[in-house]
């Protein structure tokens, strides 16, 4: 938990292809502005396309420079603004999603919600995963790292691969499956929950592996320390396949690629609100 962070710049994000979402965000914009005296604001930015909704000039998110992120919209929008921040910022979140199980705010009590947390600025570290093919790096995960069939991920019929999942250097399982998730805490209320693995608080320090419908009756779902190496390798009989990183980003992986992921040094930040997780999984899920 950080307390240090003093919020002078708040930067605003919208669910771009949601009128609603960037009325909203010019809403925020204008209560923020009204009160940026007693609150300390001096500026408030919006991205590029929030902006271009609203009639005014943005900046890049990858250039956006503020000290809380408002980000409006569902929690696909929530980690493509982390996936795109090229520095750590803050994110509180106002569903304009389905679930949005990363957004602690609504439409109705988002202006409530955002003075009550500047009010008392907390921030909580969300842990994410550094994940690297054959050495190259690639986009962190934030939720979780998939990796399936190319058949899964484009058009069926869908195909089973082979692979072994190694931690620290031992195997765990070899099997044959439609694929593995590979998730955080936070992202154990995503893909991992809806493929049979656990509900992690996300204050846990783990690392979530969930394989795909796999063909083999000891294989089950693992939780293995945060600190440890996990690494899928493909074998032989492997048809070509991709990792999926959040549902954003994708990259191809072949035969022989080793795919290794550990736990990344920069987290996500996410400012703390009244909502407990136990309540938000009983509220949401």
Not at 34 to 63: K, N, Q, W, Y
Request: glycine share 8%; charged share 25%; net charge negative.
């Amino acid at each position: 938990m950080r307390t240090d962070v003093t919020v002078k710049r708040v930067g605003i994000i919208a669910r771009h292809d949601e009128p609603a979402a960037i009325g909203l965000a010019g809403r925020i914009c204008r209560h923020l502005e009204s009160r940026s005296a007693e609150l300390g604001i001096e500026e408030v930015v919006f991205d590029d396309d929030t902006a271009s909704g609203l009639g005014v000039t943005g900046t890049p998110i990858e250039e956006m420079r503020a000290d809380l992120a408002i980000v409006v919209g569902g929690d696909g929008t929530i980690l493509r603004t982390i996936q795109k921040l090229r520095t750590q910022i803050p994110i509180l979140g106002v569903n304009f999603g389905r679930v949005g199980f990363l957004a602690d705010a609504t439409p109705e009590n988002a202006l409530a919600m955002i003075d009550e947390a500047l009010a008392d600025f907390r921030v909580e570290e969300r842990m994410r995963l550094a994940i690297h093919i054959n050495g190259k790096l690639l986009p962190c995960a934030t939720n979780e790292a998939v990796i399936v069939t190319t058949a899964i991920a484009t058009t069926p019929p869908a195909k089973m691969f082979a692979f072994r999942i190694l931690v620290d250097r031992y195997e765990l399982d070899r099997l044959r499956a439609d694929g593995i998730v590979i998730a955080t805490p936070t992202g154990s209320t995503a893909y991992a929950m809806s493929a049979g693995g656990p509900i992690v608080d996300p204050t846990v320090g783990c690392v979530i592996i969930v394989p795909l419908a796999p063909y083999k009756l000891s294989s089950r779902p693992w939780l293995v320390s945060d600190e440890s190496t996990v690494t899928i390798e493909p074998i032989h009989t492997f048809k070509d396949a991709a990792i999926v990183i959040d549902g954003r980003h994708t990259e191809p992986v072949h035969a022989g690629d080793a795919i290794v992921i550990t736990k990344a040094d920069e987290p996500a930040l996410f400012v703390t609100t009244g909502w407990r997780f136990y309540e938000k999984v009983r509220s949401k899920l």
